[in-house]
């Protein structure tokens, strides 16, 4: 299973002082606002998730794994574009189940968060709705 094999080789990517959360771009205002707040989210609901939590990957190579996997396929319906947050692991309690995959249970304060990558906006949300041709 190319998945399992590509998230063992992220798994043994040494973590750095950054560590990286994935969500959808239209939720950027609110987590620079109040910060990443643990929680039962669509995916984690569907996986039968009992404990709010924020999820992080360790690398940028895990995120990259992810998106091109299991994430991005998870991620096919949500409507926008996708960012990747860079967030510093400094104060933070973070446990671990999955060896490319972290996890919070607390607030993480905006001061520890800033935008690593964002998703081109689709041209169709750029440019307002596509209309049919006109005559």
């Known amino acids: 299973m190319k998945n399992h094999d590509s998230n063992e080789h992220a798994q043994n990517e040494p973590i750095s002082g950054e560590i990286y959360h994935v969500t959808p771009t239209h939720n950027l205002d609110s987590i620079f606002r109040d910060g990443l707040r643990p929680q ?4 984690s609901a569907l996986l ?9 990957f360790g690398s940028m190579l895990a995120v990259e794994d992810a998106l091109s996997n299991w994430l991005g396929e ?3 319906d949500e409507p926008g574009a996708i960012s990747v947050l ?14 490319y995959e972290l996890a919070c249970l607390h607030l993480v304060p905006t001061e520890n968060i800033s935008l690593a990558f964002q998703d081109d906006v689709p041209v169709d949300e750029k440019n307002g709705p596509v209309t049919e041709g006109t005559s």
């Open 40 to 43: 039962i989210g669509p995916r």
């Open 86 to 99: 860079a967030v510093d692991r400094s104060g933070l309690h973070l446990v671990s189940d999955a060896g």
């Open 48 to 56: 039968g998730e009992a404990k709010e939590m924020v999820y992080f």
């Open 74 to 76: 998870a991620l096919d």
